[in-house]
């Protein structure tokens, strides 16, 4: 070898190739035999279906499963009696571990508005 492809590679493999190499072995060893140990708490099952049931029954569900019922939102619906949950994040099926957040949205019920008179209506009914 050249002194000058010598002196030039010396440099390079000591100062970077050698610490790149070293630390995406590091980061191996730690994704690999590490990590699984911290993220691993709990089997995964899948999650049950609430949509539909209560607020109370769904609470009761996911408390069996050791899962919290969070509630994300009311919504009015026309189809849906008040207190049902319409619908759930994650979606049923999906697998969850023991401890998660389960968010719903529950009904609000049917919306009943006030419609206001006209003021022609009022003067033509007071006629």
Same mark, same amino acid.
């Given at each position: 070898?050249? $002194?000058?492809?010598?002196?030039?590679?010396?440099p390079v493999l000591t100062y970077?190739?050698? $610490?790149?190499?070293?630390?995406?072995?590091?980061?191996?060893?730690?994704?690999?035999?590490?990590?699984?140990?911290?993220?691993?708490?709990?089997?995964?099952?899948?999650?049950?279906?609430?949509?539909?049931?209560?607020?109370?029954?769904?609470?009761?569900?996911?408390?069996?499963h050791k899962l919290n019922l969070q509630v994300a939102g009311r919504e009015f619906s026309s189809s849906m009696?008040?207190?049902?949950?319409?619908?759930?994040?994650?979606?049923?099926?999906?697998p969850v571990k023991s401890g998660r957040n389960i968010k719903v949205v529950v009904s609000a019920g049917v919306r009943v508005s006030e419609v206001p008179m006209s003021s022609a209506y009022r003067c033509s009914r007071q006629s």
């Open positions: 070898m050249s $002194p000058l492809v010598e002196r030039f590679w010396k970077i190739l050698i $610490p790149l190499l070293s630390l995406w072995f590091l980061f191996l060893v730690f994704d690999i035999m590490i990590m699984p140990i911290f993220t691993s708490h709990g089997q995964e099952f899948a999650l049950p279906q609430v949509v539909g049931k209560s607020e109370f029954e769904a609470q009761k569900i996911l408390e069996k009696p008040e207190g049902i949950v319409l619908t759930q994040l994650p979606a049923a099926g999906m």
